[in-house]
């Protein structure tokens, strides 16, 4: 069998509620558990044994993702290609426009992932269930189980239960349709172009010449999903791994904690350990090879440390994401933040933000991605975060803040957004 994986990564428009995160990085490049995001999405692929290649489709400009494009292939030995569109081409549009590209070789069939979910992948098993279904699937999606409140923020779907066909599909739902929920996982035939197709030349003709603006973005969801839906061509894979989507850069902490828990099954030499002249470990903890820990630093549970980064004598973490060539002096203390590229965090400080996690007493409970602000036009209390390059003095608090890049803090601060 031949297989590929396609997977969906956005543009620079996207990612907005990832700011101030998204302003330095590409967004599926922020590294969550020490890889960047979307390297999660190609290492389970990569161990599918029948997908000989990976396809990023997107509009962030090549020369952004060049460099992680040839890393990926040095750590994965597959072919891996970044395909750039021109405009967003929406989830359908961009599948169609490189449709040669992802046809060449005759695949069976191609994976689509949306880059900004993650989760514990089941792909073997979804692809098993597509390859034993009697009647050839279009399209299978892989759905998990959502609360009722929640489930309207998704795709939903209606199933039947003993085939697994889908029966309905809604996106985003204004009322309660089902509990079980689109992850923005699929496994298409490579029939679906003609589909697509159908929808691209019924827009063509429709659009006269001076307006063509619009007609070649194509949603899987809305235009795909949904029409054929009912008509026997259209699966559900039912997953019950842990699975979220990251739209905010709390639900990054969130992905980070789960991330570090899939590596004792998969990759447990990625964890830190405890030993002699090593920092105090709880937990899940990744720590880059690069990093300098005093052995004095009590790290965990849920923390990543960035390449280069210093973090000083009697340092608290937990809870955090600290990137890149940050330095984090003497006994301060950094719980539920995200700490930017390139920062300094003085002695004796405390940066600390407010869990935004889904309901433990709630199962299948999903992320909420809460507003910025309440409805008083207030900051809700959510992850603290600073944007690179970000200088926090000794002895101060951040709490609940928000902190854009280049900054030099004065004082303390609570629940602002530091312009």
Same mark, same amino acid.
């Given at each position: 069998?031949?297989?590929?994986?396609?997977?969906?990564?956005?543009?620079?428009?996207?990612?907005?509620? !990832?700011?101030?995160?998204?302003?330095?990085?590409?967004?599926?490049?922020?590294?969550?558990?020490?890889?960047?995001? #979307?390297?999660?999405?190609?290492?389970?692929?990569?161990?599918?044994?029948? /997908?000989?290649?990976?396809?990023? @489709?997107?509009?962030?400009?090549?020369?952004?993702?060049?460099?992680?494009?040839?890393?990926? %292939?040095?750590?994965?030995? /597959?072919?891996?290609?970044?395909?750039?569109?021109?405009?967003?081409?929406?989830?359908?549009?961009?599948?169609?426009?490189?449709?040669?590209?992802?046809?060449?070789?005759?695949?069976?069939?191609?994976? #689509?992932?949306?880059?900004?979910?993650?989760?514990?992948?089941? @792909?073997?098993?979804?692809?098993?269930?597509?390859?034993?279904?009697?009647? *050839?699937?279009?399209? &299978?999606?892989?759905?998990?189980?959502?609360?009722?409140?929640?489930?309207?923020?998704?795709?939903?779907?209606?199933? =039947?239960?003993?085939?697994?066909?889908?029966?309905?599909?809604?996106?985003? *739902?204004?009322? !309660?349709?089902?509990?079980?929920?689109?992850?923005?996982?699929?496994?298409?035939?490579?029939?679906?172009?003609?589909?697509?197709?159908? %929808?691209?030349?019924?827009?063509?003709?429709?659009?006269?010449?001076? =307006?063509?603006?619009?007609?070649?973005?194509?949603?899987?969801?809305?235009?795909?999903?949904?029409?054929?839906?009912?008509?026997?061509?259209?699966? #559900?894979?039912?997953?019950?791994? +842990?699975?979220?989507?990251?739209?905010?850069?709390?639900?990054?902490?969130?992905?980070?904690?789960?991330?570090?828990?899939?590596?004792?099954? &998969?990759?447990?030499?990625?964890?830190? &350990?405890?030993?002699?002249?090593?920092?105090?470990?709880?937990?899940?903890?990744?720590?880059?090879?690069?990093?300098?820990?005093?052995?004095?630093?009590? @790290?965990?549970?849920?923390?990543?440390?960035?390449?280069?980064?210093?973090?000083?004598?009697?340092?608290?973490?937990?809870?955090?994401?600290?990137?890149?060539?940050? &330095?984090?002096?003497?006994?301060?203390?950094?719980?539920?933040?995200?700490?930017?590229?390139?920062?300094?965090?003085?002695? +004796?400080?405390?940066?600390?933000?407010?869990?935004?996690?889904?309901?433990?007493?709630?199962?299948?409970?999903?992320?909420?991605?809460?507003?910025?602000?309440?409805?008083?036009?207030?900051?809700?209390?959510?992850?603290?975060?600073?944007?690179?390059?970000?200088?926090? *003095?000794?002895?101060?608090?951040?709490?609940?803040?928000?902190?854009?890049?280049?900054?030099?803090?004065?004082?303390?601060?609570?629940?602002? /957004?530091?312009?």
């Amino acid at each position: 069998m031949m297989l590929k994986a396609v997977i969906l990564i956005g543009g620079p428009q996207k990612g907005t509620r !990832f700011r101030p995160l998204s302003l330095d990085v590409p967004k599926p490049l922020f590294p969550v558990a020490g890889l960047p995001m #979307v390297q999660h999405h190609i290492e389970a692929c990569a161990a599918v044994p029948d /997908i000989r290649e990976v396809l990023l @489709l997107g509009y962030f400009p090549a020369q952004q993702l060049q460099q992680f494009v040839a890393d990926m %292939i040095a750590a994965y030995k /597959i072919r891996i290609r970044y395909l750039q569109e021109y405009q967003a081409l929406g989830t359908a549009g961009g599948i169609y426009h490189f449709r040669d590209q992802i046809s060449s070789g005759n695949p069976d069939a191609f994976f #689509v992932l949306n880059g900004d979910v993650c989760g514990d992948f089941p @792909l073997q098993e979804m692809l098993d269930f597509h390859t034993s279904l009697s009647t *050839p699937s279009l399209i &299978t999606i892989m759905g998990t189980e959502a609360t009722r409140q929640q489930s309207t923020m998704y795709g939903c779907i209606v199933e =039947d239960k003993e085939t697994h066909q889908i029966l309905h599909y809604v996106e985003k *739902p204004s009322t !309660f349709v089902s509990n079980l929920i689109n992850c923005g996982v699929y496994i298409c035939s490579p029939d679906i172009f003609k589909r697509v197709g159908e %929808i691209f030349n019924s827009r063509q003709d429709f659009y006269s010449c001076d =307006d063509s603006e619009g007609t070649e973005t194509i949603q899987l969801e809305q235009d795909i999903l949904m029409p054929i839906a009912g008509t026997g061509q259209a699966y #559900v894979y039912n997953n019950d791994r +842990w699975w979220s989507q990251i739209k905010t850069a709390g639900s990054a902490i969130y992905a980070n904690r789960h991330y570090l828990q899939l590596y004792h099954k &998969t990759k447990k030499e990625r964890l830190a &350990t405890n030993g002699p002249d090593k920092p105090t470990i709880i937990d899940d903890v990744y720590i880059h090879p690069t990093a300098t820990v005093d052995p004095s630093a009590l @790290l965990g549970p849920n923390v990543s440390v960035g390449k280069n980064a210093v973090i000083g004598a009697g340092v608290r973490i937990r809870e955090s994401i600290i990137l890149g060539n940050t &330095t984090i002096q003497e006994h301060s203390c950094v719980l539920y933040t995200v700490v930017g590229w390139n920062s300094n965090v003085g002695a +004796w400080t405390r940066l600390e933000g407010t869990p935004c996690d889904p309901n433990p007493n709630k199962p299948f409970a999903k992320m909420d991605n809460v507003p910025l602000f309440n409805l008083e036009g207030k900051l809700n209390p959510s992850i603290t975060i600073l944007g690179c390059n970000v200088n926090v *003095p000794s002895e101060v608090i951040v709490l609940n803040s928000i902190v854009l890049p280049y900054k030099d803090l004065p004082r303390s601060y609570k629940n602002e /957004i530091i312009l």
